[in-house]
């Protein structure tokens, strides 16, 4: 029987492109996303992924979920946090709201759903959690203090849950994406991107989410059980760690 995937945020950008790849390796995927029902209808109908709607911020939204996903496809067995968003603004502008909002996607989200699959591949002795964290999390980024620590956050989370559940055949790590081009590259301005970014991409352009997803299919698989615990940096050479 075919393992099954859940990937959050998986019906746009970097996480579609995650949803598809994990398909075509032959995973039986649920695709989650948040509230833009348009593009997750349109996901649906051109590659047959299901998908489901909930805030990953609310804990117990994230309960009723995976219950709903595990009835329909089965255990799961790979998790992908993969959800997330940006509310940038420099620290002395930062509102309590746009600080809120970043920690409690990027950063409780990972912790929410992660407590949801938990208990089962203990259980199961089995299972493959990647968390998709960014390049800003490991060197920090301007006017992103909020973004930037939930995605450290992360790789903290991915190194702690990874010591726990060592022995339990799952495994847990982090892939640090650069700039890819997404919607979520929208927010940022078109001069910035072109006179300030581009040029510290030493590969000399913007990822593509499929080069993300390439290195979620080799983490979950089966015979990456030796792989715990890593950061896997994807950024074009920009920032080597
Ligand atoms: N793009 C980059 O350059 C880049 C670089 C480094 C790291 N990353 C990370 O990679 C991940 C994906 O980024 P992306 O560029 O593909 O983003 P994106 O194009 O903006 O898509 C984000 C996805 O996450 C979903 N989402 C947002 N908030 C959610 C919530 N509270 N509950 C459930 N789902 C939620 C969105 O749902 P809706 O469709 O309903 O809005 C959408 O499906 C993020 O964690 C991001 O931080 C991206």
Redesign the pocket.
Known sequence: MARVALV??????????VSQALQTAGYRVA???????E??KAFMSRTGISSY??????FDACAIGVKSVESSLGPIDVLV??????RDATLHKMSRTQWDAVI???LD?AFNMCRQVIDGMRARRYGRIIN??????QKGQFGQTN?SAA?AGELGFTRALALETARLGITVNAI??????????DAVPRDVLENSILPQIPVGR??R?EE?ARAVVFLAAEDAGFITGSTMSI?GGQYMI
Do not use: F
């Open positions: 959050t945020g998986g019906t746009r950008g970097i996480g579609a492109a695709a989650t996303y948040a509230g833009n029902a593009a997750a709607q909930w805030d990953i911020g609310d946090n993969n959800a997330g968003i940006v409690r996607t990027n989200g998709i964290s960014s390049i800003n999390g973004y995605k640090c994406p650069g700039y890819i081009h997404t919607e979520m590259l913007l990822g989410p993300i950024n």
